[in-house]
């Protein structure tokens, strides 16, 4: 059984930093692509950020790049969000998944196979 667990939400003012942790568990975590997305209340969840299986590889929506870095610990099971210069347009419920196979980025929800619960960022003005 796959369990991915987010931690590392929170409340910031805007210009300060966050740093999400995704801890997987039940899978071969390290042959498989990482991604984040995100949930704004009344908007639909949006691609954020993925990470190739071994780390090497990264991918960011346009409106986090230059803000935003994933990364992974395979040794320890899990990714990371460190997410910087934070804006109130950041505001969401933060998850991360586990893509399904294929070696194209995958930025739609289809893409991924499992997902976990979920860490809220709120990002004050």
């Known amino acids: 059984q796959v369990q991915l667990v987010e931690s590392g939400g929170g409340l910031v003012q805007a210009g300060g930093s966050l740093r999400l942790s995704c801890a997987a568990a039940g899978l071969s975590f390290s042959s498989y692509t990482m991604g984040w997305f995100r949930q704004a209340p009344g908007k639909e969840r949006e691609f954020v950020a993925a990470?190739?299986?071994?780390?090497?590889?990264?991918y960011y929506a346009d409106s986090v790049k230059g803000r935003f870095t994933i990364s992974r610990d395979n040794a320890k099971n899990t990714v990371y969000l460190q997410m910087n210069s934070l804006e109130p347009e950041d505001t969401a419920a933060y998850c991360c998944?586990?893509?399904?196979?294929?070696?194209?980025?995958?930025?739609?929800?289809?893409?991924?196979?499992?997902w976990g619960q979920g860490t809220q960022v709120t990002v004050s003005s």
């Open positions: 998944a586990v893509a399904g196979p294929g070696s194209r980025w995958k930025t739609a929800q289809a893409g991924y196979n499992y």
């Open positions: 990470i190739s299986w071994s780390g090497g590889s990264t």
